[in-house]
Nanobody
Framework: VQLVESGGGLVQAGGSLRLSCAAS????????MGWYRQAPGKQRELVAI???????NYADSVKGRFTISRDDAKNTMYLQMNSLKPEDAAVYYC?????????????WGQGTQVTVSS
């Protein structure tokens, strides 16, 4: 299984970025997935999740600004980030997971850096 994030970079406050997470080696559509981020000196935190059924949930700090989506035909998940703030700066990681009874599948990408200048 391989997850490859892309789309990070440097953006001014108020700007937008679109992150992508391309997966290979899995049956993409059966997994739940999400985006997490980790800023220097802080713990990794959940940003947004999307289930295999398409239901979404967001951290309060990004509600109304970020949109998570998935394209199962392309084995790709996205995070559209609008109205970016300096506090959104972090390394963003994609995660895909599946749990069946006691069996757990949990995969992470390598991360992509998002920098927001004020």
């Amino acid at each position: 299984v391989q997850l490859v994030e892309s789309g990070g970079g440097l953006v001014q406050a108020g700007g937008s970025l679109r992150l992508s997470c391309a997966a290979s080696g899995i049956s993409f559509s059966i997994y739940d997935m999400g985006w997490y981020r980790q800023a220097p000196g802080k713990q990794r935190e959940l940003v947004a999740i999307i289930t295999r059924g398409g239901s979404t949930n967001y951290a309060d700090s990004v509600k109304g600004r970020f949109t998570i989506s998935r394209d199962d035909a392309k084995n790709t998940m996205y995070l559209q980030m609008n109205s970016l703030k300096p506090e959104d700066a972090a390394v963003y990681y994609c995660n895909i997971n599946r749990k069946v009874l006691t069996l757990v599948w949990d995969y992470w990408g390598q991360g992509t850096q998002v920098t927001v200048s004020s």
